[in-house]
């Protein structure tokens, strides 16, 4: 399998109400999609789309601390002004998405709201513009706790099944997997951030040579269950 990864260039800046579809159409065609391609898109412009966006008030690291405890569901560490938060949408991450990168000057940048329903938004659109069913995630950066770095996850996924589950297969040697669960959705997520960059202005990518399954996963499906979690 030959995987292909292709920035989507000229997107512009954003704004509140614009329709996230038809801003990414004219980079798309000059991509020209085929069945099978992948769409990453950063949540930055499907949250400046949808408003998800605040002006900041007063001291502006203080400010920002509110907002992130205010959409905190839970605060899992803090350490100084940087604080692990449990969002609404099940996330465990830094200042629960809040962030000031790539934003407006005196604004801070949420997570969307849904993301799953802004992934499959952007795909209902899509398809007839298109003349095809081009699976879209939402990703995000997040870190991670026990190795340095952070990288590209999916928050919200549409038309593509986000976990390959390997249980019960077997390996090239005959192993039986038991417990091989593989996050391709992160996996892509993380693959179209090495052409769009934390600083180029790249807010989108499509991928092409992605063999696994479609179908109607969700971001959400990759949240770890609490009961599952060893570490809370």
């Not at 509140?16 to 992948?38: F, H, K, N």
């Amino acid at each position: 399998m030959t995987l292909e990864v292709h920035p989507l260039i000229g997107i512009g800046e954003v704004r509140q109400g614009e329709d996230i579809a038809s801003v990414l159409i004219p980079a798309l065609q000059t991509i020209r999609p085929v069945d099978g391609d992948v769409l990453v898109v950063t949540h930055k412009i499907v949250s400046k789309a949808e408003g998800a966006v605040v002006p900041i008030e007063g001291e502006e690291e203080a400010f920002k601390q509110q907002v992130v405890e205010d959409l905190a569901t839970a605060i899992v560490r803090r350490r100084g002004p940087l604080i692990i938060a449990e969002t609404a949408h099940g996330f465990i991450c830094a200042n629960a998405g809040v962030d000031r990168s790539n934003a407006d000057p005196g604004t801070l940048v949420l997570l969307p709201e849904d993301p799953d329903r802004s992934a499959h938004r952007i795909r209902m659109k899509l398809r007839p513009k298109l003349g095809l069913d081009l699976p879209v995630i939402i990703s995000d950066t997040f870190g991670r706790p026990w190795r340095k770095g952070l990288t590209d996850v999916a928050i919200g996924v549409s038309g593509l099944l986000p976990i390959l589950d390997l249980v019960g297969t077997e390996d090239w040697t005959g192993y039986r997997l038991d417990a091989t669960e593989v996050a391709v959705a992160d996996e892509l997520a993380s693959a179209a951030d090495l052409v769009m960059g934390k600083a180029a202005g790249i807010p989108a990518a499509l991928i092409r040579g992605y063999e696994g399954p479609r179908g109607e996963g969700r971001g959400s499906d990759l949240i770890r269950p609490v009961g599952e979690d060893l570490f809370r």
